[in-house]
């Protein structure tokens, strides 16, 4: 790659504490970039820009991801200007595409607990037996397993991995954080009491959030399961103090929590593709819905930019008109623009 880009990534890593995620994205993009136009990026033209954009059209490249490219290269050329490598910035004329607005997935209120007590409703028959699940069995759960998933009693346990669950839906619901976020929370990060925790977000920002009763209830019970759980390890040093943990003792991964959400998702007969993250639309739709000012709603998903957190303010019209138009005798007519 141009040594250039290679000093730009450096510098969003290094000092911007961007995360590999995003790095490795804008890794991409630029690479992109580079096979169209193999030249020094600080000789490009918005000729040249317009021209790599067009092709990735041609490409089939959606509207969004040519949005995301075009945002990398602002990245870039602000950055090449800030530090006085050049003066001159191609995109800085270059206007997002249009793109179609999706409505994000997410639970109203009442549904949104009902999937956070699925672990109850459904394991309740396991008399309190400790719940195993092997990566197999999350990631593509059978219909008996749904029914009655594996159980290997522990009469010390109480039921390990119920509790560890309870408390990962509840904690991603009640505090809108992102499945990151979750995964490296830790031990400190909790305030005495578990009511609120220290969330280190993106770009290495610390924010506040807060957990309601019943989240804390949850992670009471965790966290002193947890403790006796680690106490029967040979080698627990491999917890690092995490919050969530997996069956072998080591800090519960993105992949692993992603694996949770679409087995208790699939049991609770919710639409393909029920991610974690929808739990963070809902948290935000819940606020948004019961009137929480969206600044307030802002600070606590740790948006930088307000718009995107405006997003959430056209659930509700937009879901009132969906399902006015399916009741309404005359719903079949197509609404006025």
């Not at 005798?329 to 197509?334: A, L, S, T, V």
Request: with cysteine.
């Amino acid at each position: 790659m141009n040594a250039r880009f290679d000093e730009y990534l450096a510098y969003a890593s290094g000092v911007r504490k961007l995360s590999p995620r995003t790095i490795a994205s804008y890794r991409r993009d630029l690479s992109l970039l580079e096979q169209h136009c193999p030249i020094d990026p600080l000789e490009l033209t918005v000729e040249d820009i317009r021209l790599f954009l067009a092709e990735l059209a041609s490409q089939k490249y959606q509207s969004v991801s040519i949005n995301r490219v075009l945002s990398t290269l602002r990245g870039f050329f602000a950055y090449a200007i800030r530090f006085h490598l050049t003066d001159m910035n191609p995109v800085s004329t270059l206007k997002n595409l249009k793109t179609p607005r999706k409505l994000p997935v997410y639970l109203d209120p009442d549904a949104a607990d009902s999937f956070c007590s699925i672990p109850d409703a459904t394991f309740r028959r396991a008399d309190s037996c400790s719940l195993s699940m092997s990566t197999a069995q999350l990631a593509v759960p059978s219909t008996a397993q749904l029914a009655a998933p594996s159980v290997t009693c522990s009469p010390g346990r109480k039921a390990l991995w119920l509790s560890r669950d309870r408390a990962l839906l509840h904690a991603l619901y009640s505090t809108g954080c992102r499945v990151s976020e979750i995964a490296s929370l830790k031990i400190r990060d909790l305030d005495s009491r578990h009511s609120s925790a220290i969330i280190m977000g993106k770009g290495a920002k610390e924010r506040h959030v807060f957990f309601s009763r019943k989240a804390r209830s949850c992670l009471d019970e965790w966290i002193s399961e947890r403790a006796v759980f680690l106490s029967g390890l040979s080698d627990n040093s491999k917890s690092g103090d995490f919050v969530f943990l997996s069956r072998r003792g080591n800090p519960l991964s993105i992949r692993g929590i992603q694996f949770i959400i679409d087995y208790y998702s699939r049991a609770g007969n919710l639409p393909a593709g029920f991610s974690p993250h929808a739990l963070r639309h809902s948290f935000a739709t819940t606020l948004v819905v019961r009137g929480a000012d969206i600044r307030i709603v802002q600070e606590l998903l740790g948006h930088s930019s307000i718009s995107t957190t405006q997003r959430y303010t056209h659930i509700t019209p937009e879901r009132l008109k969906k399902l006015y138009h399916r009741a309404h005798p005359h719903g079949q007519e197509k609404p006025e623009s």
